[in-house]
């Protein structure tokens, strides 16, 4: 009787043992241990709390389903792109990069992927003042961020604490991390049609949008109206237009003045003039910065004459004389022009730019090399 007594005592314990070892070889068969990849200190950081990760090391991406559902075949190489704030509010669409030519780039504007993100895009005029619209949470070791900007130092305001904040540069600047110009010339292809110099009824033109008499351009402008006819539009002048492209391929020269005058800062109004079929008149950086990235030969630098006069008289006898004009052109036979896609563009390049550049570094003095 006692030996059976024993046996009933001892089943309870038994059976409850089996199922504490059932549960506990259950949760070890499915339980991995994960690192903290994240640094103890507030998302906006500073040099000297930020530990160094290994320059290969890439973050494993999981569960991208439903976060990238127009990529296909998702891969652990892939970089994945977090625009933080869309620049000037504009949108764009974030399919993947093929037409720059770069592979392996996931763009999202899906904030709660920033823990995942690989590249964080932050636009420098959305960027508030005191820096309160940036991220609250640490920042994963392996994440990269990215500032860019396509202003020009004068219009561009200087927020204080960017020094040691960023890991890229991307802008117009020749000497930025990742370049993006406002256009660049490329070569044609067998499926262009051959270039076919627009008709022309104006001899100079300009379209300004923001009239400023304290802007270099305007007393430059004022002196050379004084000499040649120039058909001028903007609200200054009381004559809108809706189509520039349209206006700027009617005429022979147009006037590609920059509304302020820094290193590498050349825009659109050269890329669009050039596309439009028309001569630039340039007025910005010296010569050389332009012949950078544009054949020497495709534009008309103020620089280039000792006065207005002369430059005025230039482009008379250019009127005059059709085959001088058009060695201007010269270029089209083998060139056409690109113009930047903003925002993507940044987005892409600066994700092409991290796939060849692993390693971990800061911008060390971002106000300094900016704005000098």
């Not at 994960?34 to 200190?41: F, G, L």
């Not at 049609?193 to 033109?205: G, I, Q, R, T, Y």
Request: with cysteine.
């Amino acid at each position: 009787m006692a030996s059976a007594s024993s046996h009933d005592l001892l089943r309870p314990l038994v059976l409850g043992s089996f199922i504490v070892m059932c549960v506990l070889g259950t949760f070890w068969m499915y339980y991995t241990p994960t690192a903290n990849r994240s640094y103890p200190c507030p998302g906006v950081l500073r040099e000297g709390n930020q530990t160094q990760p290994a320059p290969n090391q890439t973050p494993k991406i999981h569960d991208q389903h439903d976060r990238f559902q127009t990529e296909d075949g998702v891969k652990e190489s892939d970089i994945i792109v977090l625009i933080w704030m869309w620049p000037f509010g504009f949108t764009f669409d974030l399919n993947s990069c093929a037409s720059f030519n770069i592979k392996g780039c996931l763009l999202t504007a899906n904030r709660s992927l920033y823990n995942k993100a690989n590249v964080v895009m932050f636009h420098h005029r959305d960027i508030a003042s005191d820096l309160s619209d940036m991220p609250k949470e640490p920042r994963p070791w392996f994440q990269k961020w990215v500032w860019y900007n396509m202003e020009s130092p004068t219009y561009t305001q200087r927020i204080p604490g960017l020094d040691h904040l960023f890991n890229v540069t991307a802008s117009y600047r020749l000497s930025s991390d990742v370049y993006v110009p406002y256009g660049s010339l490329v070569e044609v292809s067998s499926d262009d049609k051959s270039f076919e110099l627009p008709k022309k009824d104006k001899l100079v033109c300009w379209v300004v949008s923001h009239w400023n008499p304290n802007h270099k351009r305007v007393p430059i402008f004022n002196e050379l109206n004084k000499h040649v006819k120039i058909d001028a539009f903007g609200r200054h002048f009381g004559k809108y237009i809706e189509d520039k492209a349209q206006i700027v391929s009617s005429c022979k020269f147009y006037l590609a003045f920059e509304n302020s005058i820094h290193q590498d800062y050349i825009t659109e109004k050269l890329y669009e003039t050039l596309r439009s079929g028309s001569v630039p008149v340039v007025l910005g950086p010296p010569r050389q910065n332009y012949e950078a990235v544009v054949p020497k030969d495709s534009f008309i630098h103020v620089d280039d004459f000792p006065s207005l006069k002369e430059l005025a008289d230039w482009l008379i006898l250019l009127d005059k004389n059709e085959t001088q004009y058009l060695k201007y052109f010269s270029w089209r036979k083998n060139y056409k022009v690109h113009l930047m896609d903003f925002g993507k563009e940044h987005a892409c390049r600066a994700c092409g730019y991290l796939h060849q550049n692993k390693g971990y570094r800061i911008v060390q003095n971002l106000n300094t090399w900016f704005w000098g």
